[in-house]
């Protein structure tokens, strides 16, 4: 970038639908036999869901979950017609919206199911805890589910806790999640359970349907830790800033809130316009890098709302391209190293990038 910066904002996103398309083949290669529905819920992850949401479709996924009413709201609104999951318990006022839009929403309990059963024209799916202990009804209750929803029920499927970390507790799920399939015939009804870990790496878990989230953005499952291109995902989103200014250091001079890093040598210091306003997260204060003109680049003191400083050589410009996220030449930060050094996973790094100041681009790089 030259001297007379011209971003599209502070710090920017930019997301690759190519690399989304490719990592649905990957997971739908993974899972040769079943559909694939695509979790853009939260925003697709911090990645822009209607985007998104249109390559996995491009991709061969057969529908999409959300979480709220008003994320598969929008997706309508953009015209997209495939069906669109709810996986929470909605509250009675929003049923008659799920309807409206033609969302397929989701029971968790048997007052749940009975709130539904109110809107005739809502299609349901019945969650099942298999061990979670946090959504769905008990295996015991699945028949007076059933009964209750009637032919209004068109999915049953279950979570699991631990996919990514214990193999012993997910086969126990499986298990349980196969003994309420085997109590009563659920033909022409889309069974679903696998997350990205249990659709990488759980191939009984996979089911009619497999249901992965983090693994379509390029993240490993494991949040973390662990390379995601070694599972042949290409992490789809890079955020970018911008050098905005070159200070010299005087050995002892302090930077930042706090003054908490402190120059032991004379230095240069670059200020990037980016700061846990924008989503890059206080607790990474003195651990992160950036990279600048190629290099790694140690972030100096504090994250404040807007701003970060890193350490630089004499030869970097106002200007030069900031990556906080992603590649430049040789070089790569992954939301697994940012998440792992925040004290947060992957997940958490790039679903918190605030889209009230981070600018999303879209373009292919890499993608089929
Ligand atoms: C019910 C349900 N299914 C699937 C997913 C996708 O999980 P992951 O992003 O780990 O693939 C989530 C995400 O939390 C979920 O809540």
Not at 206 to 221: F, S, T
Request: proline residues 5%; charged residues 25%; contains cysteine.
């Amino acid at each position: 970038m030259a001297a007379g910066v011209r971003a599209p904002s502070r710090t920017w996103a930019e997301v690759d639908p190519g690399a989304v398309r490719h990592n649905v083949g990957t997971l739908k290669r993974r899972a040769p036999n079943s559909r694939l529905m695509a979790v853009v819920k939260a925003d697709a992850y911090g990645h822009g869901s209607v985007e998104v949401a249109r390559a996995c479709i491009e991709a061969g996924a057969h529908s999409l979950a959300v979480v709220t009413v008003e994320e598969g709201a929008e997706l309508r609104r953009a015209g997209l017609e495939v069906p669109i999951l709810v996986f929470t318990d909605l509250l009675p006022d929003r049923l008659p919206l799920a309807e409206a839009h033609r969302l397929v929403v989701t029971a968790h309990s048997i007052p749940s199911a009975r709130r539904i059963t109110a809107n005739p024209g809502l299609e349901a799916h019945l969650k099942v805890n298999t061990g979670m202990n946090r959504w769905g009804v008990e295996p015991s209750e699945v028949g007076e589910a059933r009964r209750i929803l009637g032919p209004r029920l068109t999915g049953v499927y279950t979570h699991f806790a631990s996919a990514d970390s214990d193999e012993g507790e997910t086969r126990r799920q499986i298990e349980r999640f196969d003994s309420v399939l085997a109590s009563q015939p659920f033909g022409g009804i889309l069974v679903h359970a696998a997350n990205s870990a249990a659709t990488l790496w759980h191939s009984g878990s996979h089911y009619a349907c497999v249901r992965p989230g983090v693994a379509l953005y390029g993240l490993h499952p494991a949040g973390d830790e662990g390379d995601p291109t070694a599972e042949g995902l290409q992490p789809a989103m890079a955020l970018k800033s911008y050098v905005a200014g070159v200070r010299r250091l005087d050995r002892g001079e302090g930077v930042s809130y706090g003054l908490t890093y402190r120059a032991g040598a004379p230095m240069f210091a670059a200020t990037a316009p980016v700061g846990y306003a924008e989503g890059y997260r206080r607790t990474l204060s003195g651990k992160a890098e950036a990279l600048i003109r190629g290099l790694r680049r140690p972030l100096l003191g504090r994250v404040t709302m807007d701003a970060c400083v890193f350490g630089v050589d004499e030869d970097v410009e106002v200007g030069d391209e900031v990556v906080l996220l992603g590649t430049q030449g040789e070089e790569r930060i992954s939301a697994e190293e940012l998440g792992s050094r925040a004290g947060t996973i992957n997940y958490e790094i790039t679903t918190g990038i605030n889209p009230r100041r981070v600018e999303r681009s879209y373009e292919d790089v890499r993608g089929p």
